[in-house]
């Protein structure tokens, strides 16, 4: 399957970058970089570090800088200043092929229609910036899963909104007006199926490659953060999930077909609006529900077994942790 | 003379089609391009009504298509004020050259890359195409001299009781342009309901007795009616070239430096310009606001620019 990626390459956006390079039946065709979790200069770098840590040449383009109408606020706190918790990531000859990601979306989409995968893992603001140059464009892409939103009402960076849907809610409801039928992998999906816990941590340390130990030391400054603040289980990883259902969407275990809009207003900043009433306007949102657990950490497991290290990513020392 | 270099994004509409015939004809203007945006008429109307505008008064620049929807969703047409076609009242020649194929926010960011010269933003429409190349293209933002917009007001509306129709078109777009920090001068209503085109006017126009004179006459005469049948005005306001004329000559209006924030929410009000005249906020002026015009300056260099378009 062909897939394209928009990512605000933080450090759960590298596991899900992983998840697709990684795959031998996925071919990743296009990378752009979306500011969010990082700035987009950072966003971009550690985009680029982690496509050198898998050895592959896929394309990256850099997008928008800022949201669509608002001024960027990051989430550094909850990846760390460079979104890889300090981590010695590869720094590569890799360069940004060019800085057109919105343009290269509506290229691509022209380039193979109803043929690609996109898959969204930060704030909506490039598909939004292509939707109001190509009000078509989302509908040359076969199907469109987004890390995105809390259908249920349990924010991580406000009580009621999820990060990606609060940095740029505007581009958004560009988005949900598309008319093209979403699928929406929201934060309590990650919080239910993706929470890698002591043991699955310690699984995945024991694997002993490069890759096994990218996965774990550039998600340290967010284990913290899900101790401190969202009270997890250990550190959840929402858009490896995402990235793992679009490969496989017989991971979904329920899902509800909706018709879902979202608040632009200062109080209620991102919080998402399902109506279920008969009244309702056409549904615009598959909703994950439920995901399989188990499916997802095999493949998470299985990305981190092969032992190639082409960027020579040298491990944190830890002490005794 | 020193030619100020421009951009104008427009949606013709009668006004604009003034905006354009001053901008091209006027020696102190250099009209790098048009782009287009949704508003008066949606986007294939008034981009087809841009390259009618230019073939009639034989204007060649490039000419790109801009943005159809506004920044949150669907637009409406000023069809009740424009007429079907946006560009009612008067036939026009067919285009005499094509469009350019790229979007009108990428001519934008073109024509602004490729000028020695800072670059003046002019904005007789919503202010879509401007927002989001702001937006998509920051590294450019210091090539920009000046964003001018026709648009807001600092008393009532025209599209609701208090929202001016092109900022009520996409208040969103708005908020990104003050938020640029440039330097920004908005013509709103205030200033646009004192360039009337008069019976003294019309008979100047209807004097010069060119094909552009024609044709902008008729245009005019439709303008006239549906403002007498919506705002009971006999004399309908020129609002668009006005954004055109303060460059030319900034004493044609006399301004005020005030801050000036957008309603983005509102029960009654979304899109209304909130004009601090007396500072009661307390907030920093980002705006100068153009409140009285010189009604025989601005006609002067307008009734000129039309007879020259018309040579």
Not at chain 1, 159 to 182: H, M, Q, T, Y
């Amino acid at each position: 399957m062909k897939l394209v990626i928009d990512t605000d390459t933080g450090s759960d956006d590298a596991v899900a970058l992983m998840l697709a390079l990684g795959n031998p039946k996925v071919s990743v065709e296009l990378i752009t970089t979306v500011a969010g979790n990082v700035p987009l200069n950072l966003a971009t770098e550690n985009a680029l570090a982690t496509v050198a840590l898998m050895g592959s040449k896929v394309p990256v383009y850099s997008g928008m800088a800022k949201p669509i109408t608002r001024e960027l606020h990051t989430a550094q706190n909850v990846h760390g200043p460079d979104g890889m918790s300090g981590a010695q990531i590869p720094r590569t000859h890799l360069k940004v092929d060019g800085t057109d990601g919105v343009t290269q979306l509506i290229e691509i989409s022209k380039k193979f229609p109803g043929e690609l995968t996109l898959v969204t893992l930060g704030p909506l603001t490039n598909i939004a910036a292509a939707l109001l140059q190509d009000p078509q464009m989302l509908h040359r892409f076969k199907d469109v899963y987004m890390m995105a939103g809390s259908p249920e009402g349990w924010g991580n960076v406000t009580p009621s909104a999820e990060f990606n849907v609060w940095c740029d809610p505007e581009s958004f409801k560009i988005v949900l007006n598309s008319g093209k039928r979403l699928i929406m992998v929201g934060w309590n999906i990650s919080r239910d199926a993706a929470v890698i816990g002591a043991e699955e941590e310690a699984k995945i340390r024991a694997i002993g490659t490069a890759r096994a130990a990218y996965v774990i030391d550039i998600n340290e400054t967010l284990a913290i953060f899900c101790r401190d603040i969202t009270n997890l289980p250990g550190f959840d990883l929402p858009d490896p999930i995402t990235v793992a259902i679009a490969i496989a969407p017989e991971m979904i275990r329920k899902s509800e077909f909706v018709s879902m809009d979202v608040s632009c207003s200062e109080e209620m900043r991102g919080t998402l609006i399902i109506d279920r009433r008969h009244t309702a306007p056409a549904p615009n949102v598959d909703v994950v529900w439920e995901a399989d657990r188990d499916m997802f950490l095999n493949s998470l497991y299985e990305v981190c077994k092969d032992s190639s290290n082409p960027a020579n990513y040298i491990p944190a020392q830890r002490s005794g942790k | 003379m020193k030619k100020t270099p421009i951009i104008l994004d427009c949606d013709p509409g009668h006004d604009d089609a003034m905006a354009i015939l001053l901008a091209a004809y006027n020696p102190a203007i250099e009209l790098l391009g048009i782009t287009t945006v949704s508003g008066n008429g949606i986007i294939d109307k008034v981009t087809e009504n841009a390259l009618r505008v230019c073939a009639l008064a034989k204007i060649q620049v490039p000419v790109a298509q801009g943005a159809g929807n506004a920044i949150l969703g669907a637009v409406e047409a000023a069809s009740d004020i424009h007429g079907e076609t946006a560009l009612d009242g008067a036939p026009l020649p067919a285009p005499t050259f094509a469009l350019e194929s790229i979007h009108g926010v990428d001519l934008i960011a073109q024509l602004v890359r490729k000028s020695s010269e800072k670059v003046t933003l002019v904005g007789t429409g919503p202010l879509t195409n401007i927002a989001l190349f702001l937006k998509m293209y920051p590294e450019l933002k210091s090539n920009i001299a000046h964003i001018v917009f026709m648009g807001g007001s600092a008393s009532r509306g025209n599209r609701t009781p208090y929202a001016e129709f092109n900022i009520w078109m996409d208040p969103e777009a708005l908020e990104v342009v003050l938020k640029s920090e440039l330097p920004i001068t908005m013509i709103g209503l205030d200033v646009t309901h004192q360039a009337l085109i008069t019976k003294e006017i019309f008979d100047k126009l209807e004097a010069m007795n060119t094909e552009v004179s024609k044709t902008m006459t008729g245009l005019m005469r439709f303008f006239a009616k549906t403002y007498n049948d919506v705002f009971e005005m006999p004399d309908p306001p020129l609002h668009d070239p006005l954004a055109i004329a303060v460059l030319i000559d900034p004493t044609v209006t006399k301004n005020r430096f005030v801050n000036v924030e957008i309603e983005l929410n509102g029960t009654h009000t979304r899109g209304a310009t909130v004009v601090d005249i007396y500072n009661r906020t307390g907030r920093k002026a980002n705006v100068n606001v153009a409140l009285e015009l010189d009604f025989d300056k601005f006609w002067n260099m307008m009734l000129d620019a039309v007879d020259k378009a018309g040579r």
